[in-house]
C-alpha cells in the first residue's frame, strides 16, 4: 500500500462526504422512491382532475384560452383558476412574475380578478383588448375604452368593467358625507392659501386634489412589472342636468378675466381663484358624489403612460389622497377620449368639464385631452389611528 497522494486524500474526502449527506437525507426520508401502483393511480387521477378542470374554467371563460387553441400550461392554469386568484388579490400578487419579453420573467398575463359579481357580456365589447397599445388608436388618432360599459350606470347604478380578462359588474356609490366634506374645505382652504401665496402653494401638493392613483394589469412598456402608481390631479364634477352650463360657465369666466388682467399675472390668478370658491360654494349641493375626475394629459399615439396601459387592459384603481383625515377610494375609471365619435352627449360634456376646469387655472386656450371619470364603488378611511384602520366606509 502507497500513502495516498493529495488527488486521492481529496477524492477520498468527497465520497465519504457524498455518502454521509446521502445518508442523512435517507434517514430524514427524502430521498424520492419509484412509485407504488397506488401512487401512480393517485398521481394520474390528480392530472386527469386538473385537466378536467381546466377545460371546464376554459370553457366557462374562453377568452382565457392561449393563442393557438390549445390548454394553457398547468403553470397558467394554478396561477388562473378562481382559486389561485382568489388567493394571490388576497395577498396582493400578480399572477406572474413578470412580463412577456421583459427582463425579470417571461410569465403571462399579471392581472388578477377584483371584486365585484361574474357577468356574461354579449354584445360588440366581449372581445379582449388588444395587447398591443398601437392597435388601440383609430387612425383619426382616439381610442375606445371597450373594457368599461356603461349602459346600465343611469337606470340601475351598475357599470360593466372587464378586470382580470372576466367581465364584472360593480355598484356605483356615492362618496360619503365625511369625504365630501373635507374634500370640499381643504379644497377652500387651498385656494385662501393660493391667495396669500400668490399661487399654489408647495405644500398644496398632497390633500384633497391630488391623488395617488395605483392600477395594474396592462401591458408592462419598459417594466417587468404592471404595478404602477402616479399622482393625478382630480376633483368634482357638476351633476349632468347642469354639467354643460357650468363648462360654458368657467369658460366665460376664463375668457373675461384673461381679458381683464391682461399683463397682471397677479391680478389674474387672484381673480381666478375668487371664481373658483365661488363656484365650489355656489354647486356644493350640484356635484355629483360618485365621481371625481381627472386628465390623462401625457398619452399621446407615440407615447402611452403605465396608468394608460393599465386602465385599457385592467381598469380598476385605487386612489389614495395624502392627508389627515386619509381617504382612499376605489373605482372604476373610464377613458374618454375628446376625439372618439361614439362619446354621449354626457361624455363629451364631461371631457369638455375636465379639461375646463383644468385650464382654468393651469393654462391658457381651449385643450381637449383625454379625460379619466373616476366611477367610486368603494370608499375606506385609512387614517393612521386606532378608530380607523383602513375600514371600509362606503
Same mark, same amino acid.
Given at each position: 500500500?502507497?500513502?495516498?497522494?493529495?488527488?486521492?486524500?481529496?477524492?477520498?474526502?468527497?465520497?465519504?462526504?457524498?455518502?454521509?449527506?446521502?445518508?442523512?437525507?435517507?434517514?430524514?426520508?427524502?430521498?424520492m422512491k419509484a412509485?407504488?401502483?397506488?401512487?401512480?393511480?393517485?398521481?394520474?387521477?390528480?392530472?386527469?382532475?386538473?385537466?378536467?378542470?381546466?377545460?371546464?374554467?376554459?370553457?366557462?371563460?374562453?377568452?382565457?384560452?392561449?393563442?393557438?387553441?390549445?390548454?394553457?400550461?398547468?403553470?397558467?392554469?394554478?396561477?388562473?383558476?378562481?382559486?389561485?386568484?382568489?388567493?394571490?388579490?388576497?395577498?396582493?400578487?400578480?399572477?406572474?412574475?413578470? %412580463?412577456?419579453?421583459?427582463? !425579470? @420573467?417571461?410569465?403571462? +398575463? $399579471? /392581472?388578477?380578478?377584483?371584486?365585484?359579481?361574474?357577468?356574461?357580456?354579449?354584445?360588440?365589447?366581449?372581445?379582449?383588448?388588444?395587447?398591443?397599445?398601437?392597435?388601440?388608436?383609430?387612425?383619426?388618432?382616439?381610442?375606445?375604452?371597450?373594457?368599461?360599459?356603461?349602459?346600465?350606470?343611469?337606470?340601475?347604478?351598475?357599470?360593466?368593467?372587464?378586470?382580470?380578462?372576466?367581465?364584472?359588474?360593480?355598484?356605483?356609490?356615492?362618496?360619503?358625507?365625511?369625504?365630501?366634506?373635507?374634500?370640499?374645505?381643504?379644497?377652500?382652504?387651498?385656494?385662501?392659501?393660493?391667495?396669500?401665496?400668490?399661487?399654489?402653494?408647495?405644500?398644496?401638493?398632497?390633500?384633497?386634489?391630488?391623488? %395617488?392613483?395605483?392600477?395594474? !394589469? @396592462?401591458?408592462?412598456? +419598459? $417594466? /417587468?412589472?404592471?404595478?404602477?402608481?402616479?399622482?393625478?390631479?382630480?376633483?368634482?364634477?357638476?351633476?349632468?342636468?347642469?354639467?354643460?352650463?357650468?363648462?360654458?360657465?368657467?369658460?366665460?369666466?376664463?375668457?373675461?378675466?384673461?381679458?381683464?388682467?391682461?399683463?397682471?399675472?397677479?391680478?389674474e390668478i387672484q381673480a381666478k381663484?375668487?371664481?373658483?370658491?365661488?363656484?365650489?360654494?355656489?354647486?356644493?349641493?350640484?356635484?355629483?358624489?360618485?365621481?371625481?375626475?381627472?386628465?390623462?394629459?401625457?398619452?399621446?399615439?407615440?407615447?402611452?403612460?403605465?396608468?394608460?396601459?393599465?386602465?385599457?387592459?385592467?381598469?380598476?384603481?385605487?386612489?389614495?389622497?395624502?392627508?389627515?383625515?386619509?381617504?382612499?377610494?376605489?373605482?372604476?375609471?373610464?377613458?374618454?377620449?375628446?376625439?372618439?365619435?361614439?362619446?354621449?352627449?354626457?361624455?363629451?360634456?364631461?371631457?369638455?368639464?375636465?379639461?375646463?376646469?383644468?385650464?382654468?387655472?393651469?393654462?391658457?386656450?381651449?385643450?381637449?385631452?383625454?379625460?379619466?371619470?373616476?366611477?367610486?364603488?368603494?370608499?375606506?378611511?385609512?387614517?393612521?389611528?386606532?378608530?380607523?384602520?383602513?375600514?371600509?366606509?362606503?
Amino acid at each position: 500500500m502507497k500513502a495516498p497522494n493529495d488527488h486521492q486524500k481529496e477524492e477520498a474526502g468527497r465520497s465519504f462526504y457524498q455518502e454521509k449527506k446521502e445518508a442523512e437525507r435517507l434517514r430524514r426520508g427524502t430521498i424520492m422512491k419509484a412509485p407504488n401502483d397506488h401512487q401512480k393511480e393517485e398521481a394520474g387521477r390528480s392530472l386527469y382532475q386538473e385537466k378536467k378542470e381546466a377545460e371546464l374554467y376554459l370553457a366557462q371563460d374562453p377568452l382565457k384560452q392561449e393563442q393557438g387553441g390549445g390548454l394553457m400550461s398547468r403553470r397558467d392554469f394554478l396561477w388562473k383558476s378562481p382559486a389561485a386568484l382568489a388567493a394571490a388579490a388576497a395577498f396582493g400578487l400578480t399572477a406572474a412574475a413578470g %412580463c412577456k419579453g421583459r427582463a !425579470g @420573467g417571461d410569465g403571462g +398575463d $399579471s /392581472s388578477l380578478v377584483g371584486g365585484g359579481q361574474p357577468h356574461s357580456k354579449l354584445g360588440e365589447q366581449a372581445g379582449p383588448a388588444e395587447p398591443d397599445p398601437g392597435s388601440w388608436w383609430y387612425k383619426d388618432g382616439f381610442v375606445v375604452h371597450e373594457a368599461v360599459d356603461t349602459r346600465r350606470l343611469a337606470a340601475e347604478g351598475i357599470i360593466l368593467a372587464r378586470v382580470g380578462g372576466s367581465w364584472r359588474e360593480f355598484k356605483v356609490i356615492e362618496l360619503p358625507e365625511r369625504f365630501v366634506v373635507w374634500s370640499l374645505r381643504a379644497r377652500l382652504e387651498r385656494l385662501s392659501r393660493m391667495l396669500e401665496f400668490g399661487g399654489i402653494d408647495p405644500r398644496d401638493l398632497a390633500g384633497s386634489h391630488n391623488a %395617488c392613483v395605483a392600477t395594474y !394589469g @396592462g401591458p408592462c412598456r +419598459d $417594466s /417587468s412589472i404592471s404595478l404602477n402608481t402616479a399622482y393625478k390631479g382630480m376633483g368634482f364634477v357638476v351633476k349632468a342636468p347642469k354639467l354643460a352650463e357650468a363648462v360654458h360657465q368657467i369658460i366665460e369666466a376664463r375668457l373675461r378675466i384673461e381679458r381683464d388682467t391682461a399683463g397682471d399675472p397677479a391680478g389674474e390668478i387672484q381673480a381666478k381663484v375668487r371664481f373658483l370658491a365661488e363656484f365650489y360654494h355656489e354647486n356644493a349641493a350640484n356635484f355629483d358624489r360618485t365621481k371625481q375626475v381627472s386628465l390623462e394629459i401625457f398619452t399621446s399615439v407615440d407615447f402611452q403612460t403605465h396608468t394608460f396601459l393599465n386602465m385599457m387592459v385592467n381598469p380598476i384603481a385605487s386612489a389614495s389622497f395624502l392627508a389627515f383625515p386619509t381617504f382612499e377610494i376605489r373605482a372604476v375609471p373610464q377613458l374618454l377620449h375628446p376625439k372618439n365619435p361614439q362619446l354621449s352627449s354626457l361624455e363629451k360634456d364631461l371631457v369638455s368639464y375636465t379639461n375646463a376646469i383644468h385650464d382654468f387655472i393651469h393654462s391658457h386656450g381651449d385643450s381637449q385631452r383625454m379625460a379619466c371619470v373616476y366611477h367610486v364603488i368603494e370608499v375606506f378611511d385609512d387614517t393612521p389611528n386606532e378608530l380607523s384602520r383602513g375600514r371600509r366606509i362606503a
